[in-house]
């Protein structure tokens, strides 16, 4: 992206998102007790133990976001480099995520609001359309809005100007073209999780039509792990075989999942995970939340992504290893 010779200041843009990236990852942090809370109290009402394993992977997640909007929202405020890259990768992958995200609640939201739990109140019609209303209105204000305004403000070059006017010294991630970048942090972090899925789900994976877990599962996500890692690297490098190398894990994770989830019961992958007899209860009420709703997951991760790596595609070709 080519700097203009003379740009507009956008001094008072970089804090006000800042102080708004800020806000978001507070908010991150005040979920993470109120989720604690939240387990504690049905486990009272229901007379069990509290489950917190089932709440471990939201708990980190909002415990990462809250590091990186804090982090980001920071380096926003002091007008760096590398904050602006790193919101403007936020921005998109929030907003790619969050409209497929949205696409998918829309579908089943209503089923799951009109069709209703077992014992809950059954509600006049005209309040379940308020309910799904006012659900999809602040899904799509939190996961389609808010990081719209984060891209269109980022991806000014105004703001890119006046990042670079006042924090002239050349960053990491000034090194490696910002497509190439998110793809770098997507392996990295993804490698990350990964390595949680032993711990927190007892190692259950699918596996080419079949399911895996305990040591061999562990096993398994520990050197996925590792591969997702190295890769993560190795594309920040520009390494014209880690593309290829994470197109190959796409398509044969794809046909992974395409085959384990056509066969599985996913009720039984979910008793595997260790997931407590009443919430299966629950998620049996709803056919849709089976195996056809993770095959259309599947695709709906699936699609995008070798899309997005097609794209990016062309930072790797001629280019020597990048340090």
Not at 189 to 196: E, S
Request: glycine share 10%; hydrophobic share 55%; net charge positive.
């Amino acid at each position: 992206m080519d700097t203009p010779p003379q740009f507009k200041d956008r001094r008072t843009g970089l804090i006000v998102f800042g102080i708004l990236q800020i806000l978001c990852g507070t908010f991150c942090l005040l979920v993470i007790p109120l989720m604690i809370a939240g387990q504690t109290m049905a486990a009272r009402m229901g007379g069990g133990s509290p489950q917190f394993r089932m709440v471990v992977p939201a708990l980190l997640v909002y415990g990462l976001m809250a590091a990186i909007f804090l982090t980001l929202g920071i380096g926003s405020i002091r007008a760096r480099r590398w904050a602006r890259a790193f919101s403007l990768i936020l921005g998109w992958s929030w907003l790619l995520m969050g409209v497929l995200g949205f696409v998918v609640y829309a579908f089943i939201l209503p089923k799951i609001i009109f069709k209703g739990a077992a014992g809950a109140p059954n509600l006049p019609e005209p309040a379940k359309l308020i309910i799904v209303f006012i659900a999809m209105a602040v899904i799509g204000l939190v996961f389609v809005i808010l990081p719209l305004a984060l891209v269109l403000f980022y991806r000014s070059k105004h703001v890119l100007a006046t990042c670079e006017a006042r924090d002239p010294m050349i960053r990491w991630t000034d090194r490696c073209p910002l497509p190439v970048l998110a793809l770098s942090t997507w392996l990295g972090l993804g490698g990350v999780c990964l390595l949680l899925m032993p711990l927190v789900y007892r190692g259950v994976a699918p596996f080419f039509g079949v399911l895996i877990s305990g040591v061999a599962g562990g096993a398994y996500y520990i050197v996925i792990a590792a591969v997702f890692l190295y890769l993560s690297r190795a594309v920040y490098r520009l390494k014209p075989a880690a593309w290829w190398l994470v197109l190959g894990f796409l398509v044969v994770s794809g046909v992974s999942n395409l085959l384990t989830f056509s066969h599985v019961d996913l009720i039984e992958m979910y008793r595997r995970m260790g997931y407590p007899e009443a919430h299966i209860r629950q998620l049996q009420q709803y056919s849709f939340l089976q195996n056809n709703y993770m095959l259309v997951c599947s695709a709906l991760g699936f699609v995008p992504f070798l899309g997005y790596l097609l794209y990016v595609r062309k930072f790797f070709r001629h280019v020597g290893n990048h340090e």
